[in-house]
């Protein structure tokens, strides 16, 4: 794998409730951003979407009879409230960030741009863009393609719970096997739950390469811009 500049890091929402299965697991959230820490201190610029899955999805919502476009506007709601307690834990470690949301809400999170999104990179700040696409009927994996190629990232890491890219679902079928790196066809034409249809369409069309790696091991990070084969490169 090559050595990446600018890096645009997919966080789930639904990993930061760590053994609580819901809300935020402060554990959790801390050694995330211990790890950020450490991989500023590499020089790579980083950008962060995180999702809102551990406190609401608005498809899980309908479901549950409410609005899918409210439910939605709900679930961007919880990844800025994600977003805050990243920027918040950053800044308890001295990791200076900035918190941008693709709906208005000022104070709470600066509206985003591109152009904030880099200068903030470029001053070594973390860039924590919020809200995914700000558009309901999308994901914050859809929101990551977006972003990491509105930004110019050399690669999107897409931090999990699983080791990267499977034959099937590892946690369902024992016999499944891990690819080590996959191209986007094969993803799209296997069907294979590595992010949404539209997510991955959207890096193949824009040539974003995707690694799929276990974020919740403390130190993968690292080790994933150290150009350590520990997770699933997806690319053209
Ligand atoms: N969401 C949305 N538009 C977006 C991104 C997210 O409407 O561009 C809503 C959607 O309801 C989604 C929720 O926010 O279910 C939380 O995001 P996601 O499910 O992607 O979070 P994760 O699975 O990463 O925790």
Aim: some cysteine; charged content about 25%; proline content about 3%.
């Amino acid at each position: 794998m090559p050595k990446f500049k600018r890096i645009l890091l997919k966080l789930s929402g639904e990993s930061l409730s760590g053994a609580q299965g819901h809300g935020i697991d402060v554990q959790r959230l801390n050694q995330y951003a211990e790890q950020i820490k450490d991989a500023l201190s590499t020089g790579v610029q980083i950008g962060i979407v995180i999702g809102g899955g551990n406190i609401f999805r608005g498809l899980s919502g309908a479901g549950k009879g409410f609005d899918r476009v409210k439910g939605d506007q709900m679930g961007m709601c919880a990844t800025v409230i994600n977003s805050l307690a990243l920027s918040s834990a950053l800044g308890a470690q001295g990791v200076k960030s900035r918190v941008l949301t693709a709906i208005r809400m000022e104070p709470i999170g600066e509206f985003y741009s591109k152009w904030k999104a880099i200068e903030a990179m470029e001053r070594g700040e973390v860039a924590i863009i919020s809200c995914g696409t700000g558009s309901p009927y999308f994901t914050t994996d859809t929101g990551s393609s977006l972003r990491g190629i509105e930004i110019e990232a050399d690669v999107m890491l897409k931090g999990t719970r699983v080791d990267g890219v499977y034959t099937a679902d590892p946690e369902k079928d024992p016999t499944a096997t891990k690819f080590d790196e996959i191209t986007y066809d094969e993803v799209l034409s296997r069907g294979l739950k590595v992010m949404d249809i539209t997510a991955t369409a959207m890096c193949k069309e824009n040539g974003l390469p995707i690694y799929v790696f276990n974020m919740d091991v403390y130190g993968n990070l690292k080790k994933v811009l150290d150009g350590e084969n520990i997770g699933t490169y997806v690319h053209a």
